[in-house]
């Protein structure tokens, strides 16, 4: 395809410009071959017909879609103004500084401070693809390091560009992000000292110039070292080409080096007095540009950061004053005045002060100094001469000397800074940055600008060839043929200058010759060099200038000065001089030999690529030019060893206004830095694209991809050799992909036209057949109408009209007949409902009346029911009433009972006695009569004693009856007392309430008082004032009559004013007189608030001392009335009703300790009547064996003859003596065990068995008793009706009585089901009486162990423990257990064991070792998410436990009583619970850490790059840095990835039993992180910033919202986090053009800053030629909506940030008690207790 087929109608043009280089046009007719007038029509509407050659059309304009590209090889056509027209988009409207061009990052200055290198952006583009993000100095850093890393050979980062282009900021940053990303091993900080050595390098190294306020007067390489994990291990820099001049030297609005001014601006320190310096515009080498300061910048401390940084690097304070003291020592020296002597001589005034600073300074010898300076030495072979020296020749050689000092104290700081960054180890790989001079071309041109000028020329060289080679190997990797690409060698240049005979070597040459000139030198150049190298030229109006063709322009350069600045030499006379002074630094500067001491020399290993040229004797190396040559070419060896990266920096405009584009001056760089020459290589070169749309359907038929691709290509590009296909792309030449772009367009622009052809003939089809169906109809109704009045006529219409009557009668007969049948209907139907309704509200009345009836009845029976209840409820109340007063009784009568059962003992005893002479009545009746006879006087005896027993038990009972007579006296007494103590406490209170309030009365009295005195004083001064005044007035008169008494009337006068003075003294007393009232008043205020506090801690601790019901019982209701009838004692009443309101307010907790203690009571009663009945029922018995007895020996005496049934009688007697003993001896072991019972055992246990040991066989007489005590608390609640609280509190008793009696209904049911178990006991008890035989102990059945929740341990096995429990468990088999946290219970159980034991030490030693344990276990798996999870989980509920059962009130409230039984008895842990506290949080951020690692990769791949929508993001053209990427990724992430990832983070959570609340702040940090990264790589990508993009973004989120939903999440906050990037997707979507759009960008946009706002706007990027780019003027008005605002200028999201973690408390369910040890946890050894 011939190019002129691109030059058609529409398409735009680029014609060059004068102001603004190039200026675009459209074309408005076809161009024809061989035309010579193209036909367009510029952007302000202007038609042009411009004229062209044939042979070189004005370049063509990329289309819209290329503009802003990233990447300039990305642009379809490669050419000058394509470029400049990119950065200029990119620079103006996008506000982007970096953009790639091939291997080049050009970087433009902005001027202006921008929030895009903080270390969030750092992190944001470590590890990525160069060309995955948008450009930026960061990416080529990252990617210099990514291939030193990978490929373990050397980088270099080269950045170049213009004073003021911001080189030195450039390198600084590169700098900073590789020791933000390679963070060294060791605690040196070498990245810091590394960093450090920029700010001294400025100081000494930078100046302000017209161009530039921190130009960089010097080139730098500066080498990093890394080891073989790639950090940093120290730095050495290497320097090129000073400019020394400037010391001596500046134009006007320029400055010296900065230390200077740092210097002056401290002058007036005291560690710098010394040094007697003053302001910069006191010295000659600092004011000579007129400019001392620059603006915003602080000299003095920008001079306390230079101290910083020296300390930091190591460098002391006597090498920093050694370091000052010289340069003071240069500002001194050129403040000399040299004065002339005649024409031929000058001299130095020896009694100069600052000669004699000078040498103070530096030691030296002002004599020797002052005649040197001023005189020179030439010797020859025969004599020495002393020569003096003209002004102009000493004042040189003062400069001289001054820049040669400076020189060499430049020279030694920069080897103290590679001393310092110095390292021990080996150096495996470095990075260098070059901090380098870009192409210089001024009005005057001098050496310094040569030298400059053939650095840049050899760079260029290397940069041509490295392009080249890149270009190279990438047709290679793809076996695409490659032809020799003829691009610009600049090696002739370069061989003018250093060549043999050269430009340089000719200068060196001149140097050695004794009255060598520039003149000489000069005639020397143009007889080698003019007419026979086409590179070097010979001006034509002038003879002292020479120029050279460089590779970027044509440079003019003035010989003058050449030779000087070459030479560089000092005379040396003051060079012996400088040599013996004392000053050891000033010494050492001017050595023979200086030692290099810096440790780089020999640690690197490089091949130069072409031989270096030797200089052919010693002299001539020691010039400045041989010296640049060789270090120049020691830097391209350096160079050439590695792999090469490059940054251009451009300087956009001269005036340094920010975001300002001068064109001229931006082009004039392109061409100067060579990425132009790039493009160039570039364009010969094949970049990538992409095309589908222009298939046709039967190409897209084929199977094999690339042969579809071929048959496309040949269709549509006829010249083969515009298009090359490689093994995995294919390569376009320039102009093709435009060339494509435009059949692309048209093809979409003839399709928009097919469908908008479609659409306007659908809608005219449909809008003329809506006409047409509407002319019809009219047509239809207009026809009807003619042809009725063409049918009408008169007798028509009388027939018809008589028809019309005849209906109309007709139809109202049949119309009225109807009617009347519905009428009937309708009453009949009436009727019947009426009827029905009648009938149903009559049995509706009835049934009513039935329920009446039956709701009066069932109200009496549950009315009934409930009395009955409240009566038993209120017997229940009188039995405990009175168990409580007959408890002591009950306790001394089983003292007497037990005395009783001795006795019957001893009954027991004589009873054998009687069984034996029973035994003797067989050999002898007579003693059997005798027998019968004492037996009979024995039970009379015992009947005796018996009655005499009972006679003292009714004695004791009538006893008991008088104690309590007595104790209700005593209680009478003491509520007496009390009322008394009442009435003592309120009458304190008052009688303390009542001085004080006399105390302040009379301190407000003695304050009026005080105050008056004082009115009146200040009356009487005010008067005594009046009354001086009118003194003064007459003295004043007598002073104009009588000057004789002048003095004594001054005198007077001064002791009037004294006494004036007076006033405002006081003034001030009065003031201090109100300020003590006040505090008097608020003294009183605050003793009435101690008053009430005192009142209301008495009221306290009275009820507290007192039980409520006891002292409502004790008060009567004359007290009670007695009490509202005073009304001093109001507050005291008020007290109680606040008291009884606590009470009420605690009544529902202590509802369970009420009814547990009137079970208690109600059960202790009835078993103590139970011991009685059972005690009378044994006299009984015993009275009946007696009876038995003596019945038995009558019968035996009278039947004498049978003997053998009287054995089995006495046996049968014996056997129930046995039972009465066996059951005597048990009712005592009951007695004993209930007392122990009462005394030892729990609450809820005594309980239990007390119901289980509770029989039914008084029950009628506990119902006696209980109507008893029914009426006495009826007769108490009577005398109780009188106040309101306690009839509130009676209501609230009745409610809970009625509640008790069914429950005590309850348990008599339940006594019913537990009389069986009694049996059962008893069984038990009988079999096991056997064992009493051996002695009295009493055994009780055993019943099942119990445990206590704790675990026995030795603390020997504190170790084993931590090592089974802790150290050696694996999460995977615990998490199947169904106790959550029990590795955690066991713990506590432990540590209960030593609380238990009261052991401090052992507790705190297991305690510690268990902290130190989940340390280990977490240090050593830190990268372990399941074993981190558990153990969060494990020591969260660790911590849990410790205050669950620490007794706290705040945390027992949660326990249930068996709980609240377990917890600790003798040591507060509360100090561990905080330990315990800080290490959760610390395995938390640990947790989370391990989480954000995990998943960090995923999100960029599954958010942003993998379409979730397939089908809807575009394909644009890609550059060389797509093309080249240095990494390729094999593994891809979706956003089923990221879900899947949260998915097994959440369900390892649940399995390790970690608590909801943990759950959802660690998915909330991670949403965090997932929302933050996504958007800091949205900022960071502008390809990513389109429409679709959003929409892809928006459905990620919807899927991370549908997960939360799914876990039941919601309520984590996690959807909020994502706020921030829902509204970036939303802001690529909505429409950005009018003011509304804007308004409601910033009403919507909320969780966004400003600075994101518009970043977004500026990297909005259309996907195709449909879409718009966002407007500048559109940005604009955004950003003044939103300059309200207040957020930072912080463009990136913090993804460290961390949420603040709280950890709920959560009580354990899980009683202690039941815990078991599984045995795979290998703790056998552990007992529970």
Same mark, same amino acid.
């Given at each position: 395809?011939?190019?002129a087929?691109?030059?058609?109608?529409?398409?735009?043009?680029?014609?060059?410009?004068?102001?603004?280089?190039?200026?675009?046009?459209?074309?408005?007719?076809d161009?024809?071959?061989?035309?010579?007038?193209?036909?367009?029509?510029?952007?302000?509407?202007?038609?042009?017909?411009?004229?062209?050659?044939?042979?070189?059309?004005?370049?063509?304009?990329?289309?819209?879609?290329?503009?802003?590209?990233?990447?300039?090889?990305?642009?379809s056509?490669?050419?000058?103004?394509?470029?400049?027209?990119?950065?200029?988009? +990119?620079?103006?409207?996008?506000?982007?500084?970096?953009?790639?061009?091939?291997?080049?990052?050009?970087?433009?200055?902005?001027?202006?401070?921008?929030?895009?290198?903080?270390?969030?952006?750092?992190?944001?583009?470590?590890?990525?693809?160069?060309?995955?993000?948008?450009?930026?100095?960061?990416a080529?850093?990252?990617?210099?390091?990514?291939?030193?890393?990978?490929?373990?050979?050397?980088?270099?980062?080269?950045?170049?560009?213009?004073?003021?282009a911001?080189?030195?900021?450039s390198a600084?940053?590169?700098?900073?992000?590789?020791?933000?990303?390679?963070?060294?091993?060791?605690?040196?900080?070498?990245?810091?000292?590394?960093?450090?050595?920029?700010?001294?390098?400025?100081?000494?190294?930078?100046?302000?110039t017209?161009?530039?306020?921190?130009?960089?007067?010097?080139?730098?390489?500066?080498?990093?070292?890394?080891?073989?994990?790639?950090?940093?291990i120290?730095?050495?820099?290497?320097?090129?080409?000073?400019?020394?001049?400037?010391?001596?030297?500046?134009?006007?609005n320029?400055?010296?080096?900065?230390i200077f001014?740092q210097?002056?601006?401290?002058?007036?320190?005291?560690?710098?007095?010394?040094?007697?310096?003053?302001?910069?515009?006191?010295?000659?080498y600092?004011?000579?540009?007129?400019?001392?300061?620059?603006?915003?910048v602080?000299?003095?401390?920008?001079?306390?950061?230079?101290?910083?940084?020296?300390?930091?690097l190591?460098?002391?304070?006597?090498?920093?004053?050694?370091?000052?003291?010289?340069?003071?020592?240069?500002?001194?020296?050129?403040?000399?005045?040299?004065?002339?002597?005649?024409?031929?001589?000058?001299?130095?005034n020896?009694?100069?002060?600052?000669?004699?600073?000078?040498c103070?300074?530096l030691?030296?010898n002002?004599?020797?100094?002052?005649?040197?300076?001023?005189?020179?030495?030439?010797?020859?072979?025969?004599?020495?001469?002393?020569k003096?020296?003209?002004?102009?020749?000493?004042l040189?050689?003062?400069?001289?000397?001054?820049?040669?000092?400076?020189?060499?104290?430049?020279?030694?700081?920069?080897?103290?800074?590679?001393?310092?960054?110095?390292?021990?180890?080996?150096?495996?790989?470095?990075?260098?940055?070059?901090?380098?001079?870009?192409?210089?071309?001024?009005?005057?041109?001098?050496?310094?600008?040569?030298?400059?000028?053939?650095?840049?020329?050899?760079?260029?060289?290397?940069?041509?060839?490295?392009?080249?080679?890149?270009e190279?190997?990438?047709?290679?990797?793809?076996?695409?043929?490659?032809t020799?690409?003829?691009?610009?060698?600049?090696q002739?240049?370069?061989?003018?200058?250093?060549?043999?005979?050269?430009?340089?070597?000719?200068?060196?040459?001149?140097?050695?010759?004794?009255?060598?000139?520039?003149?000489?030198?000069?005639?020397?150049?143009?007889?080698?060099?003019? @007419?026979?190298n086409?590179?070097?030229?010979?001006?034509?109006?002038?003879?002292?200038?020479?120029?050279?063709?460089?590779?970027?322009?044509?440079?003019?350069? %003035?010989?003058?000065?050449?030779?000087? %600045?070459?030479?560089?030499?000092?005379?040396?006379?003051?060079?012996e001089?400088?040599?013996?002074?004392?000053?050891?630094?000033?010494?050492?500067?001017?050595?023979?030999?200086?030692?290099?001491?810096s440790?780089?020399? =020999?640690?690197?290993?490089?091949?130069?690529?072409?031989?270096?040229?030797?200089?052919?004797?010693?002299?001539?190396?020691?010039?400045?030019?041989?010296?640049?040559?060789?270090?120049?070419?020691?830097?391209?060896?350096?160079?050439?060893?590695?792999?090469?990266?490059?940054?251009?920096?451009?300087?956009?405009?001269?005036?340094?206004?920010?975001?300002?584009?001068d064109?001229?001056?931006?082009?004039?760089?392109?061409?100067?830095?060579g990425?132009?020459?790039?493009?160039?290589?570039?364009a010969?070169?094949?970049?990538?694209?992409?095309?589908?749309?222009?298939?046709?359907?039967?190409?897209?038929?084929?199977?094999?991809?690339?042969?579809?691709?071929?048959?496309?290509?040949?269709?549509?590009?006829?010249?083969?050799?515009?298009?090359?296909?490689?093994?995995?792309?294919?390569?376009?030449?320039?102009?093709?992909?435009?060339?494509?772009?435009?059949?692309?367009?048209d093809?979409?622009?003839?399709?928009?036209?097919?469908?908008?052809?479609?659409?306007?003939?659908?809608?005219?089809?449909?809008?003329?057949?809506?006409?047409?169906?509407?002319?019809?109809?009219?047509q239809?109704?207009?026809?009807g109408?003619?042809?009725?009045?063409?049918?009408?006529?008169?007798?028509?219409?009388?027939q018809?009209?008589?028809?019309i009557?005849?209906?109309?009668y007709?139809?109202?007969?049949?119309?009225?007949?109807?009617?009347?049948l519905?009428?009937?209907?309708?009453?009949?139907?009436?009727?019947y409902t009426?009827?029905?309704?009648?009938?149903?509200?009559?049995? %509706?009345?009835?049934?009513?009346?039935?329920?009446?009836?039956?709701?009066?009845?069932?109200?009496?029976?549950?009315?009934?029911?409930?009395f009955q209840?409240?009566?038993?409820?209120?017997?229940?109340?009188?039995?405990?009433?009175?168990?409580?007063?007959?408890?002591?009784?009950?306790?001394?009568?089983?003292?007497?009972?037990?005395g009783?059962?001795?006795?019957?003992?001893?009954?027991?005893?004589?009873?054998?006695?009687?069984?034996?002479?029973?035994?003797?009545?067989?050999?002898?009746?007579?003693?059997?009569?005798?027998?019968?006879?004492t037996?009979?006087?024995?039970?009379?005896?015992?009947?005796?004693?018996?009655?005499?027993?009972?006679?003292?038990?009714?004695?004791?009972?009538?006893?008991?009856?008088?104690q309590?007579?007595?104790?209700?006296?005593?209680?009478?007494?003491?509520?007496?007392?009390m009322?008394?103590?009442?009435?003592?406490?309120?009458?304190?209170?008052?009688?303390?309430?009542?001085?004080?309030?006399?105390?302040?009365?009379?301190?407000?009295?003695?304050?009026?008082?005080?105050?008056?005195?004082?009115?009146?004083?200040?009356e009487?001064?005010?008067?005594?004032?009046?009354?001086?005044?009118?003194?003064?007035?007459?003295?004043?008169?007598?002073?104009?009559?009588?000057i004789?008494?002048?003095?004594?009337?001054?005198?007077?006068?001064?002791?009037?004013?004294?006494?004036?003075?007076?006033?405002?003294?006081?003034?001030?007393?009065?003031?201090?007189?109100?300020?003590q009232?006040?505090?008097?008043?608020?003294?009183?205020? =605050?003793?009435?608030?101690?008053?009430?506090?005192?009142?209301?801690?008495?009221?306290?601790?009275?009820?507290?001392?007192? *039980?409520?019901?006891?002292?409502?019982?004790?008060?009567?209701?004359?007290?009670?009335?007695?009490l509202?009838?005073?009304?001093?004692?109001?507050?005291?009443? $008020?007290?109680?009703?606040?008291?009884?309101?606590?009470?009420?307010?605690?009544?529902?907790?202590?509802k369970e300790?009420?009814?547990?203690?009137?079970?208690?009571? @109600?059960?202790?009663?009835?078993?103590?009547?139970?011991?009685?009945?059972?005690?009378?029922?044994?006299?009984?018995e015993?009275?009946?064996?007696?009876?038995?007895?003596?019945?038995?020996?009558?019968?035996?005496?009278?039947?004498?003859?049978?003997?053998? *049934?009287?054995?089995?009688q006495?046996?049968?007697?014996?056997?129930?003596?046995?039972?009465?003993?066996?059951?005597?001896?048990?009712?005592?072991?009951?007695?004993k065990?209930?007392?122990?019972?009462?005394?030892?055992?729990?609450?809820?246990?005594?309980?239990?068995?007390?119901?289980?040991?509770?029989?039914n066989?008084?029950?009628?007489?506990?119902?006696?008793?209980?109507?008893?005590?029914?009426?006495?608390?009826?007769?108490?609640?009577?005398?109780?009706?009188?106040?309101?609280?306690?009839?509130?509190?009676?209501?609230?008793?009745?409610?809970?009585?009625?509640?008790?009696?069914?429950?005590?209904?309850?348990?008599?049911?339940?006594?019913?089901?537990?009389?069986?178990?009694?049996?059962?006991?008893?069984?038990?008890?009988?079999?096991?009486?056997?064992?009493?035989?051996?002695?009295?102990?009493?055994?009780?059945?055993?019943?099942?162990?119990?445990?206590?929740?704790?675990?026995?341990?030795?603390?020997?096995?504190?170790?084993?423990?931590?090592?089974?429990?802790?150290? *050696?468990?694996?999460?995977?088999?615990?998490?199947?257990?169904?106790?959550?946290?029990?590795?955690?219970?066991?713990?506590?159980?432990?540590?209960?064991?030593?609380?238990?034991?009261?052991?401090?030490?052992?507790l705190?030693?297991?305690?510690?070792?268990?902290?130190?344990?989940?340390?280990?276990?977490?240090?050593?798996?830190?990268?372990?998410?399941?074993?981190? =999870?558990?153990?969060?989980?494990?020591?969260?509920?660790?911590?849990?436990?410790?205050?669950?059962?620490?007794?706290?009130?705040?945390?027992v409230?949660?326990?249930?009583?068996?709980?609240?039984?377990?917890?600790?008895k003798?040591?507060?842990?509360s100090e561990?619970?905080?330990?315990? =506290?800080?290490?959760?949080? +610390?395995?938390?951020?640990?947790?989370?850490?391990?989480?954000?690692?995990n998943?960090?990769?995923?999100?960029?791949?599954?958010?942003?790059e993998?379409?979730s929508?397939?089908?809807?993001?575009?394909?644009?053209?890609?550059?060389?840095?797509?093309?080249?990427?240095?990494?390729?990724?094999?593994?891809?992430?979706?956003?089923t990835?990221?879900?899947q990832?949260?998915?097994?983070?959440?369900?390892?959570?649940?399995?390790?039993?970690?608590?909801?609340?943990?759950?959802?702040?660690?998915?909330?940090?991670?949403?965090?992180?997932?929302?933050?990264?996504?958007?800091?790589?949205?900022?960071?990508?502008?390809?990513?910033?389109s429409?679709?993009?959003?929409?892809?973004?928006r459905?990620?989120?919807?899927?991370? $919202?549908?997960w939360?939903?799914?876990?039941?999440?919601?309520?984590?906050n996690?959807?909020?986090?994502?706020?921030?990037?829902?509204?970036?997707?939303?802001?690529?979507?909505?429409?950005?053009?009018?003011?509304?759009?804007?308004?409601?960008?910033?009403?919507?946009?909320?969780?966004?800053?400003?600075?994101?706002?518009?970043?977004?706007?500026?990297?909005?990027?259309?996907?195709?030629?449909?879409?718009?780019?966002?407007?500048?003027?559109?940005?604009r008005k955004?950003?003044?909506?939103?300059? @309200?605002?207040?957020?930072?200028?912080q463009?990136?999201?913090?993804?460290?940030?961390?949420?603040?973690?709280?950890f709920?408390?959560t009580p354990?369910?899980?009683?202690?008690e039941?815990?078991?040890?599984p045995?795979?946890?290998?703790?056998?050894?552990?007992? +529970?207790?």
């Amino acid at each position: 395809m011939a190019l002129a087929e691109l030059y058609t109608q529409y398409n735009r043009v680029w014609i060059p410009d004068s102001e603004e280089v190039w200026q675009s046009a459209e074309i408005t007719k076809d161009y024809k071959a061989g035309d010579r007038v193209l036909h367009v029509q510029l952007e302000d509407g202007t038609e042009l017909d411009y004229p062209v050659d044939p042979s070189a059309l004005p370049p063509l304009r990329n289309p819209d879609i290329l503009v802003g590209e990233n990447d300039l090889t990305a642009l379809s056509y490669l050419h000058e103004p394509a470029v400049l027209h990119n950065l200029k988009v +990119r620079f103006v409207e996008s506000r982007l500084i970096y953009t790639y061009s091939g291997i080049i990052l050009v970087a433009i200055n902005p001027y202006k401070q921008l929030p895009i290198y903080g270390d969030a952006i750092i992190h944001a583009y470590s590890g990525q693809n160069m060309g995955d993000m948008d450009p930026h100095i960061f990416a080529v850093a990252e990617e210099a390091y990514k291939q030193m890393a990978r490929n373990s050979k050397n980088q270099s980062i080269i950045v170049s560009g213009e004073s003021g282009a911001g080189k030195t900021v450039s390198a600084r940053y590169t700098m900073r992000y590789f020791a933000t990303v390679s963070k060294s091993s060791s605690n040196a900080h070498v990245e810091d000292k590394v960093l450090a050595s920029n700010p001294i390098t400025e100081a000494v190294g930078n100046a302000k110039t017209t161009r530039n306020d921190n130009s960089s007067r010097f080139g730098k390489y500066t080498e990093i070292s890394f080891d073989q994990s790639y950090r940093i291990i120290g730095a050495n820099m290497r320097t090129y080409l000073l400019e020394k001049s400037r010391v001596v030297f500046q134009s006007e609005n320029e400055r010296n080096y900065h230390i200077f001014y740092q210097l002056c601006a401290s002058a007036m320190q005291p560690e710098f007095k010394h040094l007697k310096l003053g302001s910069a515009e006191e010295f000659n080498y600092t004011r000579m540009g007129g400019s001392t300061t620059i603006e915003g910048v602080d000299d003095r401390a920008n001079m306390i950061e230079t101290q910083k940084t020296f300390s930091l690097l190591g460098l002391k304070e006597d090498f920093q004053m050694d370091v000052f003291k010289t340069l003071a020592a240069i500002l001194h020296l050129g403040n000399m005045e040299i004065t002339a002597v005649g024409d031929e001589r000058s001299s130095i005034n020896l009694e100069d002060n600052h000669l004699n600073i000078f040498c103070e300074l530096l030691e030296l010898n002002s004599d020797k100094m002052a005649q040197w300076l001023c005189h020179r030495k030439i010797i020859t072979t025969s004599e020495t001469v002393i020569k003096p020296m003209t002004k102009p020749q000493a004042l040189n050689a003062r400069d001289a000397l001054a820049k040669k000092i400076y020189s060499h104290l430049f020279d030694f700081i920069v080897e103290r800074i590679n001393q310092a960054l110095q390292f021990s180890g080996k150096q495996h790989t470095f990075i260098g940055v070059l901090d380098i001079y870009g192409f210089e071309t001024f009005d005057v041109n001098s050496f310094e600008q040569f030298c400059i000028n053939y650095a840049n020329e050899k760079l260029q060289q290397q940069f041509n060839l490295h392009v080249f080679k890149l270009e190279q190997e990438e047709y290679m990797k793809e076996d695409i043929p490659w032809t020799l690409i003829d691009f610009y060698d600049n090696q002739p240049v370069i061989d003018l200058i250093e060549a043999k005979m050269g430009i340089l070597e000719l200068l060196d040459e001149e140097c050695l010759l004794p009255h060598g000139t520039d003149e000489n030198w000069l005639q020397k150049l143009y007889n080698n060099f003019v @007419n026979k190298n086409t590179l070097f030229e010979k001006p034509r109006m002038s003879n002292t200038s020479f120029i050279i063709q460089h590779f970027a322009d044509k440079v003019e350069y %003035k010989c003058e000065g050449f030779l000087e %600045k070459n030479r560089d030499t000092v005379y040396e006379v003051l060079m012996e001089i400088m040599k013996e002074s004392k000053f050891r630094l000033c010494a050492n500067f001017f050595q023979d030999n200086p030692v290099s001491i810096s440790p780089f020399s =020999s640690t690197i290993s490089i091949k130069s690529a072409r031989p270096v040229l030797k200089s052919p004797n010693k002299q001539l190396r020691m010039t400045v030019g041989s010296k640049f040559r060789s270090s120049l070419s020691l830097l391209m060896e350096t160079l050439n060893a590695t792999t090469p990266h490059y940054v251009r920096c451009i300087k956009p405009n001269d005036e340094k206004q920010p975001f300002e584009f001068d064109s001229k001056r931006v082009a004039q760089q392109l061409r100067a830095c060579g990425v132009l020459e790039t493009i160039r290589i570039s364009a010969q070169s094949y970049p990538s694209s992409r095309y589908s749309i222009l298939m046709t359907q039967q190409e897209l038929s084929v199977s094999d991809k690339k042969q579809i691709c071929k048959i496309v290509l040949q269709r549509l590009i006829q010249d083969p050799n515009q298009y090359q296909f490689g093994r995995t792309k294919i390569f376009f030449r320039a102009g093709q992909v435009a060339y494509l772009e435009k059949l692309r367009s048209d093809k979409l622009r003839h399709a928009c036209i097919t469908i908008q052809k479609s659409i306007r003939g659908w809608l005219q089809r449909k809008k003329f057949l809506g006409i047409k169906q509407a002319a019809i109809t009219i047509q239809q109704y207009f026809r009807g109408q003619r042809t009725v009045r063409q049918a009408v006529t008169a007798q028509a219409l009388k027939q018809t009209w008589a028809a019309i009557i005849i209906q109309k009668y007709c139809r109202g007969y049949l119309v009225r007949r109807l009617c009347q049948l519905i009428h009937v209907a309708a009453v009949t139907i009436q009727a019947y409902t009426r009827g029905f309704l009648a009938r149903k509200k009559y049995r %509706k009345m009835l049934e009513e009346h039935k329920a009446v009836i039956l709701q009066k009845y069932a109200r009496a029976w549950l009315a009934r029911r409930r009395f009955q209840n409240i009566r038993r409820f209120v017997l229940n109340i009188q039995l405990s009433y009175r168990v409580q007063r007959l408890q002591k009784k009950i306790e001394e009568q089983s003292k007497e009972n037990h005395g009783l059962l001795e006795r019957l003992t001893n009954l027991a005893s004589t009873h054998m006695n009687d069984l034996d002479t029973i035994q003797k009545l067989e050999s002898d009746l007579e003693k059997l009569t005798a027998q019968k006879r004492t037996s009979e006087e024995k039970g009379k005896r015992y009947k005796e004693d018996s009655e005499q027993k009972i006679l003292k038990l009714e004695n004791q009972n009538k006893e008991l009856r008088e104690q309590k007579e007595t104790l209700e006296v005593k209680l009478q007494e003491k509520t007496e007392e009390m009322k008394e103590k009442m009435d003592d406490l309120t009458k304190q209170l008052f009688d303390d309430v009542r001085k004080e309030e006399s105390q302040r009365m009379i301190l407000e009295k003695n304050f009026q008082n005080q105050k008056q005195d004082y009115e009146k004083e200040i009356e009487s001064l005010k008067g005594e004032i009046k009354v001086l005044r009118e003194e003064k007035a007459q003295l004043q008169q007598q002073i104009q009559q009588e000057i004789t008494i002048q003095h004594d009337l001054k005198i007077e006068v001064g002791q009037l004013t004294k006494q004036a003075q007076k006033i405002p003294e006081l003034q001030k007393e009065i003031e201090l007189l109100q300020t003590q009232k006040l505090d008097v008043e608020k003294q009183a205020q =605050s003793q009435k608030r101690e008053m009430r506090e005192k009142m209301s801690e008495v009221t306290k601790q009275l009820l507290e001392s007192y *039980d409520f019901e006891d002292v409502r019982s004790r008060l009567s209701t004359e007290d009670l009335e007695h009490l509202n009838e005073d009304g001093e004692l109001w507050f005291a009443y $008020e007290g109680l009703k606040k008291a009884t309101r606590v009470l009420e307010s605690h009544f529902q907790s202590q509802k369970e300790n009420y009814e547990k203690e009137i079970e208690g009571l @109600n059960l202790k009663v009835e078993h103590l009547s139970q011991d009685i009945n059972h005690l009378q029922k044994l006299f009984r018995e015993e009275n009946d064996i007696n009876d038995g007895i003596r019945l038995e020996v009558s019968r035996l005496t009278s039947e004498n003859l049978v003997i053998p *049934d009287l054995k089995q009688q006495v046996s049968e007697l014996e056997n129930q003596k046995v039972d009465l003993e066996n059951r005597l001896q048990e009712q005592t072991a009951k007695l004993k065990e209930m007392s122990n019972r009462l005394h030892h055992e729990p609450e809820g246990d005594r309980t239990l068995r007390r119901t289980n040991e509770v029989q039914n066989e008084v029950d009628v007489k506990e119902n006696e008793r209980l109507n008893v005590i029914t009426q006495e608390m009826e007769g108490l609640s009577n005398g109780l009706k009188q106040d309101e609280i306690q009839a509130e509190v009676k209501s609230k008793i009745k409610q809970e009585t009625t509640r008790l009696t069914v429950e005590n209904m309850d348990l008599e049911e339940e006594l019913d089901m537990k009389d069986r178990i009694i049996k059962k006991l008893e069984d038990q008890i009988k079999t096991l009486t056997k064992n009493i035989e051996k002695g009295n102990e009493v055994h009780v059945s055993t019943l099942s162990k119990e445990y206590i929740g704790m675990m026995e341990y030795k603390k020997e096995d504190e170790e084993r423990i931590v090592q089974n429990l802790i150290l *050696d468990l694996k999460p995977r088999g615990v998490v199947v257990n169904m106790i959550p946290g029990l590795p955690a219970h066991i713990l506590f159980m432990c540590v209960r064991y030593a609380d238990y034991l009261n052991d401090a030490d052992m507790l705190k030693s297991f305690i510690n070792v268990t902290i130190d344990g989940i340390k280990q276990v977490v240090k050593e798996n830190s990268e372990d998410f399941e074993m981190l =999870s558990f153990w969060l989980s494990n020591t969260y509920y660790f911590l849990n436990c410790l205050k669950q059962y620490s007794g706290e009130e705040e945390f027992v409230k949660y326990n249930t009583p068996r709980q609240n039984k377990n917890c600790l008895k003798h040591f507060d842990l509360s100090e561990y619970r905080q330990v315990l =506290s800080d290490l959760a949080i +610390r395995i938390y951020h640990q947790f989370i850490l391990v989480m954000e690692n995990n998943i960090q990769h995923m999100i960029v791949p599954g958010m942003l790059e993998y379409e979730s929508l397939q089908g809807i993001s575009g394909l644009k053209p890609t550059g060389f840095r797509k093309r080249s990427s240095s990494i390729d990724d094999t593994d891809t992430y979706t956003m089923t990835s990221i879900l899947q990832q949260l998915s097994y983070f959440y369900s390892t959570m649940c399995q390790n039993g970690l608590d909801s609340e943990l759950l959802k702040q660690a998915v909330k940090q991670l949403f965090f992180l997932i929302g933050a990264v996504t958007l800091n790589s949205l900022f960071l990508r502008k390809d990513m910033c389109s429409c679709r993009k959003g929409m892809q973004i928006r459905c990620n989120i919807s899927y991370l $919202e549908e997960w939360l939903k799914d876990k039941n999440l919601q309520s984590s906050n996690a959807k909020e986090t994502l706020e921030p990037l829902s509204q970036a997707a939303w802001l690529l979507q909505v429409k950005k053009i009018t003011d509304d759009d804007a308004k409601e960008i910033c009403e919507h946009c909320t969780s966004l800053s400003t600075v994101q706002i518009v970043k977004i706007l500026n990297s909005y990027t259309p996907i195709d030629d449909f879409e718009k780019r966002v407007t500048p003027s559109f940005v604009r008005k955004v950003q003044a909506l939103l300059n @309200n605002r207040e957020d930072g200028p912080q463009l990136m999201l913090d993804t460290k940030y961390r949420f603040q973690v709280t950890f709920p408390f959560t009580p354990s369910p899980h009683a202690l008690e039941m815990i078991q040890v599984p045995s795979s946890f290998k703790l056998g050894f552990l007992t +529970r207790v």
